[in-house]
């Protein structure tokens, strides 16, 4: 499985923007995919996931409210629309994800997120 990352840039604190992730390769391995992000000097964290059907989803209690993550499954592709942005939330943004053994395994190069005043 390929993750191909994108619409990371520069917003300024309050905007919005709306992540892209396509997924390629043995796309029928997925069960869930999800958003993770790292802040400079800070360790990577979970940010939102979805399972393959949309079904369900779950998020990091910072951003719950704020972003929604989402699948279209006729363009394997999981975007998360992050609204109300925050100085907090600038960070690389990386998507990943997990086979059946729920273990995120495949992630994608990462695009950035950078939030002005």
């Known amino acids: 499985v390929q993750l191909q990352a994108s619409g990371g840039g520069l917003v300024q604190a309050g905007g919005s923007l709306r992540l892209s992730c396509a997924a390629s390769g043995r796309t029928f391995t997925i069960r869930n995919l999800g958003w993770f992000r790292q802040a400079p000097g800070k360790e990577r964290e979970f940010v939102a996931s979805?399972?393959?059907?949309?079904?369900?989803?779950r998020y990091n209690d910072s951003v719950n409210g704020r972003f929604t993550i989402s699948v279209d499954n006729a363009k394997n592709t999981v975007y998360l629309q992050m609204n109300s942005l925050k100085h907090e939330d600038a960070a690389v943004y990386y998507c990943a994800a997990a086979d059946w053994s729920g273990n995120f395994r495949y992630w994608g190069q990462g695009t950035q997120v950078t939030v002005s005043s």
């Open positions: 979805i399972t393959g059907s949309g079904a369900s989803t």
